[in-house]
C-alpha cells in the first residue's frame, strides 16, 4: 500500500473492508512492480512508506481486539497472501504468454501425448 503525501488514510472504522483496501493496494504496488513478491521474503526494507503502511495496518487491526503480536502476526498474513497470490497471477500470466507462442503443431502433439497416455493407463 502506497502511502501518498499525508500517508494512508485512517481507519473507517469496518477493520473487514479496511484490511481488504490494504490487500487491494498491495496487489496494485506488485502488479506494478511484478518482481516484488520474489523479494520480499529475501528482503524487507524499513522507509518511510513501509512505516506509514504498517501503523496503518495496526490501527485498523487493533479495532479487532487482537493484542500487538497478533496484530503483526495477521499483517504478515495478509501481505504473505496477497504476494504469494500476485506469484501466482504472474506465473499464470507468464505461462499464458508461452502458450501463445507454442505453434498449433506442438500444442497437437501434446494432445496426442496425452490421450496416448489416458488411454494405456499412465
Not at 500517508?7 to 479496511?18: A, I, K, M, T
Not at 507454442?102 to 496416448?116: M, P, V
Request: proline share 7%; no cysteine; net charge neutral.
Amino acid at each position: 500500500m502506497a502511502a501518498g503525501p499525508s500517508g494512508p488514510p485512517g481507519p473507517s472504522g469496518d477493520w473487514r473492508r479496511d484490511l481488504r483496501r490494504i490487500a487491494h493496494e498491495q496487489r496494485a504496488i506488485m502488479r506494478r512492480h511484478p518482481w516484488l513478491p520474489a523479494a520480499l521474503p529475501a528482503r524487507q526494507t524499513l522507509g518511510p512508506n513501509t512505516l506509514a503502511v504498517l501503523d496503518h495496518a495496526l490501527a485498523v487491526l487493533a479495532q479487532t481486539g487482537l493484542d500487538a503480536q497478533a496484530q503483526l502476526e495477521a499483517f504478515s498474513l495478509l501481505t504473505g497472501f496477497v504476494a504469494s497470490h500476485m506469484s501466482y497471477e504472474l506465473a499464470q500470466e507468464r505461462a499464458g504468454e508461452v502458450a501463445d507462442r507454442i505453434s498449433g503443431e506442438s500444442l497437437d502433439t501434446q494432445a496426442r501425448y496425452l490421450a496416448s497416455a489416458v488411454a494405456g493407463g499412465t
